[in-house]
């Protein structure tokens, strides 16, 4: 009776587990995902590639690993008779292999879009550093910034000759720059967090709507646990521009990742290189601060939330121009105040069908004078989309409903709004 109490209690205390290590090239990958689906556990490898899955009973299983830029492997494995093991992951190195979410509203490789896109990771905007999104963009073949105002520096982004209006812009997949914001959207996003930047040359409105008819650029921030623990990168030119970007990530809690990105620009030396008496380039000065977080969740569906706001002081005109003289008109100056705030997310369904909830939301205030014209604008505009994928054998099916609300109001007589105008 004592001897079956000991192995009883042996038996009861005892925790049978899986060990080992996820590789590339002998080095350890960190946030490699090692799931075993029979039993819908898994866990994600440490800073040096080790992982532990606890309470696995003796049998034969089947062990998926997968991580972001590499090829997904599945093994079998005959347990205890393996309880330590070492997995080595391909790193995807050809470029058809990179993976993609613009054509299909989903992680595809590229190989597999059914509309072509071309990817540049952030390697390519080190290589040619710029102030602003904008004119990164400039570097990309076929794609055009163009500035509309050689004053206020204000401009938009033509893909194969197409005007600005049929050119979409997306931040992770979301809407977020359109209307008021397409002129100075793109300022203000830390260049440190983008991860990479897909670009569809061509009509893409099946999926994105109108907008998209000219083509798509779809800018894709960081994972919060992949960003670096800390990054800085300063750029400075002979003109006197500074753009400062600072990112910082953090771990909040256990399951909680946390990613903080600051962007500061300012430019304030005037030059009239060409002697007309009108600033050769837009004086500015900018702040940005943008969050994101991402939680890991039991079931291992995807649940993130990101947040930014910018605010901006920008103006050109005649040299002797000063903020004193904004809105009159002695001296020809214009000055542009822009607040702008902006929440999005995703968030996928507990479920056992692959159901995906995007939404976001964003304001957008400007206040400008054009010599002595004022323009109060306000914008505001929400949106929510639900997609449903489904795999039946060889081909893909996705459906959904999106849904998108504009709010829009100005001093001027086409929107005549009493609150806005007193």
């Keep these: ?34 799931f075993i689906p029979e039993f819908s556990i898994g866990t994600t490898t440490d800073s040096l590639g080790f992982f532990t899955l606890q309470n696995i009973s003796k049998g034969k299983y089947q062990l998926e690993v997968s991580l972001l830029g590499y090829r997904k492997k599945s093994l079998e494995i005959f347990f205890p008779e393996k309880n330590s093991i070492e997995i080595a992951l391909d790193p995807l190195d050809s470029s058809l292999d990179e993976v993609v979410v613009s054509g299909t509203l989903q992680e595809v490789s590229r190989s597999n879009s059914p509309v072509p896109i071309e990817v540049f990771k952030e390697g390519f905007f080190k290589a040619n550093p710029t102030p602003s999104i904008f004119e990164s963009l400039q570097n990309i073949n076929g794609v055009r910034p163009q500035i509309n105002c050689n004053i206020c520096n204000t401009g938009d982004i033509h893909i194969n000759g197409l005007e600005g209006p049929y050119t979409m812009v997306l931040i992770d997949g979301m809407p977020l720059v359109s209307g008021l914001s397409t002129v100075y959207g793109l300022t203000g996003i830390p260049q440190s967090l983008i991860d990479r930047i897909e670009v569809v040359k061509g009509p893409a409105s099946t999926l994105y709507g109108s907008e998209a008819v000219g083509g798509l650029i779809n800018i894709i921030t960081k994972r919060a646990e992949l960003a670096p623990v800390v990054s800085a990168d300063v750029f400075g030119t002979s003109w006197g521009e500074l ?121 957008h205030k400007q206040n400008s004078v054009y010599g002595d014209m004022l323009y109060l604008g306000d914008q505001k505009i929400a949106f929510g989309q639900l997609t449903w994928a489904k795999s039946l054998e060889k081909h893909q099916l996705l459906s959904g409903l999106a849904y998108r609300h504009t709010y829009y109001d100005d001093n001027t007589p086409a929107t005549f709004s009493t609150e806005l105008d007193q």
Aim: avoid cysteine.
């Design 243 to 363: 753009n400062v970007d600072l990112g910082l990530k953090t771990k909040i809690r256990k399951n909680l990742h946390s990613m903080t990105g600051i962007n500061a620009f300012q430019y304030d030396n005037p030059i009239d290189n060409n002697e007309d008496g009108l600033t050769d380039v837009t004086l500015a000065k900018r702040i940005s601060l943008f969050q994101k977080f991402r939680l890991d969740r039991e079931n291992r569906k995807e649940f993130n939330v990101a947040f930014r706001y910018l605010y901006e002081d920008r103006w050109g005109g005649e040299m002797n121009w000063t903020p004193k003289f904004r809105g009159g008109d002695e001296i020809y100056g214009e000055s542009i105040y822009t607040n702008r705030w902006e929440l999005f997310g995703n968030y996928e369904l507990p479920t056992v069908e692959k159901l995906n909830f995007q939404f976001s939301a964003n304001g």
């Design 1 to 34: 009776m004592l001897f079956l109490l000991i192995f009883l209690s042996q038996g009861a205390f005892s925790q049978e587990k899986l060990s080992g290590r996820v590789v590339s090239n002998g080095k350890g990958l960190e946030f490699a995902t090692v």
